[in-house]
T-cell receptor, first 114, second 113 residues
Framework: ETGVTQSPTHLIKTRGQQVTLRCSSQ?????VSWYQQALGQGPQFIFQ???????GRGNFPPRFSGLQFPNYSSELNVNALELDDSALYLC?????????????FGNGTRLTVT | GNSVTQMEGPVTLSEEAFLTINCTYT??????LFWYVQYPGEGLQLLLK?????DKGSNKGFEATYRKETTSFHLEKGSVQVSDSAVYFC????????????FGAGTRLFVKA
């Protein structure tokens, strides 16, 4: 089975720009969660999508937005980039939104904002 | 809100040493508890989980017991190997405002041959 894939792997943007990160979920998974991981920290929950609807959101401003497509792949969009947005962005898919379904993570997208 | 606190690293051990990585949590209700591991160059992956008090999760020689009375979920392994070198994350499920998994800051483990 194909695992979770994220693109691009690395990205450099300038403050104020917009960015779109992409995630293909593992085969058979209908739920995608996005996390931000700063250097030396644990992943911080951004939001989760279940069957194309947002199913929970962490403490991130509205300039962080997302989509899930009918094939369950997903996008994370960040507008008006700030220097503090520099981080590793992780996508995780699961069989469902509950805790009976472990998260399967991709390798992440490293975003640098200058 | 719900949170996880785990011991700071790095932890450096010799091969075959005993490992403990401490994890405590703050939560309302009865969350499920997890340990995830991130090997060098790889994505995070679930190591083990426990869904209720006194449950013991185990995998690859690692164990952790859900202790409700001490709100802890310490990770242990009797004899570590060089291949266990990784970053370990304690986590819990949070069902408020939609389901999510909350992670600790991670503990890096180095095992020397």
């Amino acid at each position: 089975e194909t695992g979770v894939t994220q693109s691009p792997t690395h990205l450099i943007k300038t403050r104020g720009q917009q960015v779109t990160l992409r995630c293909s979920s593992q085969s058979g998974h209908n739920t995608v969660s996005w996390y931000q991981q700063a250097l030396g920290q644990g992943p911080q929950f951004i939001f989760q999508y279940y069957r194309e609807e947002e199913n929970g959101r962490g403490n991130f401003p509205p300039r962080f937005s997302g989509l899930q497509f009918p094939n369950y792949s997903s996008e994370l969009n960040v507008n008006a980039l700030e220097l503090d947005d520099s981080a590793l962005y992780l996508c995780a898919s699961s069989l469902g939104p509950g805790d009976d379904s472990p998260l399967h993570f991709g390798n992440g997208t490293r975003l640098t904002v200058t | 809100g719900n949170s996880v606190t785990q011991m700071e690293g790095p932890v450096t051990l010799s091969e075959e040493a005993f490992l403990t990585i401490n994890c405590t949590y703050t939560a309302t209700g009865y969350p499920s508890l997890f340990w995830y591991v991130q090997y060098p160059g790889e994505g995070l992956q679930l190591l083990l989980k426990a869904t209720k008090a006194d449950d013991k999760g185990s995998n690859k020689g690692f164990e952790a017991t859900y202790r409700k009375e001490t709100t802890s979920f310490h990770l242990e392994k009797g004899s570590v190997q060089v291949s266990d070198s990784a970053v370990y994350f304690c986590a819990l499920s949070d069902r408020t405002g939609g389901f999510k998994t909350i992670f600790g800051a991670g503990t890096r483990l180095f095992v020397k041959a």
